[in-house]
Antibody, heavy 117, light 111 residues
Framework: QVQLQESGPGLVKPSETLSLTCTVS?????????WGWIRQPPGKGLEWIGS???????YYNPSLKSRVTISVDTSKNQFSLKLSSVTAADTAVYYC??????????WGQGTLVTVSS | NFMLTQPHSVSESPGKTVTISCTRS????????VQWYQQRPGSSPTTVIY?????PSGVPDRFSGSIDSSSNSASLTISGLKTEDEADYYC??????????FGGGTKLTVL
């Protein structure tokens, strides 16, 4: 059973960079799957942010592409999200998940990140 | 790029059947698989239907999925409604340009 756990600051100041890490257990990231980030603003729907393939290829939501970087550290079995120049609109629960090419199979529990000074 | 449009909310009584629609704005609904996720308050989404009509193990057969090319839409049908089915439901699909796309979500109330 694949398990994912998000970690990172719960509060980020406007204009700064949001950084989150997802630690994977029960499966080796380098073995396969796409590893992605999805967010959900309070009371709103799900938005895919981006994904990285186990080979290192990255795929980003066009609406966020200019601000997003996703990377993987296979030695730690972790992958990370960086979202730059954040505003209050980036306040959301951030989920990490793994997916096939079609759907998200396993999800983390989510972590709330608030953008506020 | 395409969008997936869902009704904001639906409601039905216990024991009845409800259908939630998901309409694709451009491109064929049949060209890429559609998935459905259930999200209860305070919890992460879980898959109830994948690849249009496949149920993960552990999901009761009260849940079923289908696609309709004539309306360019997918549907999630839940029969024999239970109060525990009350949740938000999201459809999701994929294509090579828009990549992973979610619908806006539908709040199901079982009253």
């Amino acid at each position: 059973q694949v398990q994912l756990q998000e970690s990172g600051p719960g509060l980020v100041k406007p204009s700064e960079t949001l950084s989150l890490t997802c630690t994977v257990s029960g499966y080796s990231i380098s073995s396969g799957y796409y590893w992605g980030w999805i967010r959900q603003p309070p009371g709103k729907g799900l938005e895919w942010i981006g994904s990285i393939y186990h080979s290192g290829s990255t795929y980003y939501n066009p609406s966020l592409k200019s601000r997003v970087t996703i990377s993987v550290d296979t030695s730690k079995n972790q992958f990370s999200l960086k979202l730059s120049s954040v505003t209050a609109a980036d306040t959301a629960v951030y989920y990490c998940a793994c997916s096939t090419v079609t759907f998200f199979d396993y999800w983390g529990q989510g972590t709330l990140v608030t953008v506020s000074s | 790029n395409f969008m997936l449009t869902q009704p904001h909310s639906v409601s039905e009584s216990p024991g009845k059947t409800v259908t939630i629609s998901c309409t694709r704005s451009s491109g064929s609904i049949a060209s890429n698989y559609v998935q459905w996720y259930q999200q209860r308050p305070g919890s992460s989404p879980t898959t109830v239907i994948y690849e249009d009509n496949q149920r993960p193990s552990g999901v009761p057969d009260r849940f079923s999925g289908s696609i309709d090319s004539s309306s360019n839409s997918a549907s999630l049908t839940i029969s024999g409604l239970k109060t525990e089915d009350e949740a938000d439901y999201y459809c999701q699909s994929y294509d090579s340009s828009s990549l992973w796309v979610f619908g806006g979500g539908t709040k199901l109330t079982v009253l």
